[in-house]
């Protein structure tokens, strides 16, 4: 029946070597095995669903299938058609755990890094036509707040340089002096502040679970395959002749293969040509089973992502006071605050940190001490405020400079990366989707050159730092 093969394996952080399976089943029941034979004669036996066969190959594998593994999958399909196949696999199709599935999508435009004001761009226009592009029934429920950025006297040069550059990239906004901010916003308290800045287009808030749902399906319609699995390990083949900047001579070891495990506690494996991690917070974790991180030379460098969590909270029945045109403030301690769409209830929230220095904080404390004092200071009125968690809420936080990660790896350069970037994951994952496709079939970026989000600032330790918040 099917190949077999004697490999080494990295498998949860383990690297077995010259253990011997078979490709298109690696670990069975021999109960389930049995009765899978028996369901080839007889399919009453079989209990799964009869037309699913678990791939063993594919020209594209998609490691998560949240907002960027399946716009990496749509731009794809939609670029190649029948010409590469592409499989997505996804641990949990309920996307509890995906970053957005709770809080409102924001858009917004406001970046010092021209890459992220040019991936807003792209997006805006791709939410635009999402139901020519997408779905005619996909209702996005966009809303434009508008955002404004608030700077104090530390912050205002840099704000104004910003704006120079934004209105260079044809983004369209506003500079609020103090006596603006408190005529349109009489709620703000602008003792310490010096300048804001509204867009004034293309800025507000988005449905991201409906995105989701119709990025998922529309790729579904163009022939990629969602596998419902966990990728538990990479399968490596020596490359004793590839010599490598860098790299060891005769110690090269190639990516070939994802190895997963499904809902039925079987694994399998699928061979690649080409792998696009886009895991969210578990993308570190995942790297390390591909070596990366783990090894020498290049290896030793990891993935620097890690998951983050924070609160979100409710300040009740306030947003009667501010008005329905609440745009999305960023204040200038990273406090961000914002309408809950037609509730009478504000969502604020700090901008999770790149060092995690709020984890030994109780809940009590990160409310008392870091979210209390900026909420007030800034919307005095809140003082006497009910004050509620919302919900809490995680992201893939890139330790290292805080900006996405994008592009191929230096040493597995059939494994590329889509991670990182945060907060700004959904709203940018149509021009991720478009960049990485690019990046696979044109071997270069063609629509937005994106070369400074690639791993190799890792190596020459550059970090690439987004200053939008003031
Ligand atoms: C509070 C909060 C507010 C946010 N607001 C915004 C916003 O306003 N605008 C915006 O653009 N973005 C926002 N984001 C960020 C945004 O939600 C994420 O960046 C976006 O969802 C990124 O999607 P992703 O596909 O990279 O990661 P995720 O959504 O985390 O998805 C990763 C997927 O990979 C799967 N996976 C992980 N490991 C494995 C494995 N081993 N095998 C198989 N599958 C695996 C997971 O199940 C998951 O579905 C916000 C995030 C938070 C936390």
Not at 85 to 108: H, M, P, R, W
Not at 208 to 229: C, D
Request: glycine share 8%; proline share 3%; with cysteine.
């Amino acid at each position: 029946m099917a190949t077999k093969l004697l490999n080494n394996i990295f498998c949860n952080g383990r690297k077995l070597t010259n253990v011997r399976y078979f490709a298109r089943n690696i670990r069975k029941d021999p109960f389930k095995k049995t009765l899978d034979v028996l369901a080839i004669d007889m399919p009453s036996f079989s209990n799964k669903k009869k037309d699913f066969v678990y791939p063993e190959h594919s020209d594209i594998v998609i490691i998560g299938g949240s907002h960027i593994g399946s716009a990496i999958a749509h731009a794809l399909k939609a670029r190649t058609g029948e010409g590469l196949s592409v499989v997505v696999i996804e641990k949990d199709f309920t996307f509890k755990k995906a970053q957005n599935n709770v809080v409102l999508g924001t858009l917004s435009q406001h970046f010092s890094l021209p890459e992220n004001v040019h991936l807003s761009k792209y997006s805006i226009d791709f939410l635009r036509g999402v139901r020519e592009t997408l779905n005619e029934d996909c209702d996005l429920q966009y809303t434009p707040t508008g955002s404004l950025v608030l700077a104090g006297e530390k912050y205002a040069d840099k704000l104004e340089e910003n704006i120079v550059m934004l209105n260079e990239l044809g983004v369209r906004n506003q500079v609020l002096t103090k006596t603006e901010i408190n005529r349109r916003f009489p709620w703000i308290n602008t003792q310490d502040i010096k300048l804001g800045c509204m867009a004034i287009e293309g800025e507000g808030t988005f449905n991201s679970w409906s995105l989701l749902k119709a990025l998922v399906q529309k790729s579904k319609e163009l022939g990629t395959t969602y596998v419902n699995a966990e990728v538990v390990g990479f399968d490596v083949e020596k490359q004793k002749d590839v010599l490598m900047e860098g790299v060891t001579p005769g110690t090269f070891r190639r990516i070939n293969k994802v190895i997963y495990r499904t809902e039925d506690n079987e694994e399998y494996a699928l061979k690649f040509a080409v792998c696009v991690l886009a895991a969210g917070s578990n993308s570190g974790h995942l790297a390390k089973l591909a070596g990366i991180g783990t090894g020498k030379d290049i290896l030793q460098i990891p993935l620097p992502v890690e998951k983050r969590e924070y609160n979100v909270y409710s300040v009740e029945g306030k947003a009667s006071e501010t008005g329905l045109c609440t745009p999305m403030v960023m204040d200038t301690t990273g406090l961000w605050l914002m309408r809950n769409g037609m509730e009478n209830n504000l969502l604020c929230g700090n901008l999770p940190l790149m060092k995690d220095d709020t984890k030994n904080m109780s809940e009590q404390e990160y409310l008392e001490k870091l979210i209390k004092p900026s909420l007030i200071n800034r919307f005095p009125s809140c003082e006497n405020a009910e004050i509620n968690k919302f919900t809490k809420e995680s992201h893939d936080c890139n330790t290292y400079d805080n900006s996405g990660i994008l592009g191929p790896h230096p040493y597995h350069n059939n494994l590329f990366l889509a991670t990182g970037f945060g907060r700004l994951g959904c709203q940018h994952a149509p021009g991720i989707g478009k960049a990485i496709t690019e990046l696979i079939i044109d071997s270069q970026y063609m629509t937005i050159d994106l070369t400074r989000f690639g791993f190799d600032r890792f190596l020459m330790n550059e970090a690439l730092v987004e200053f939008n918040v003031y």
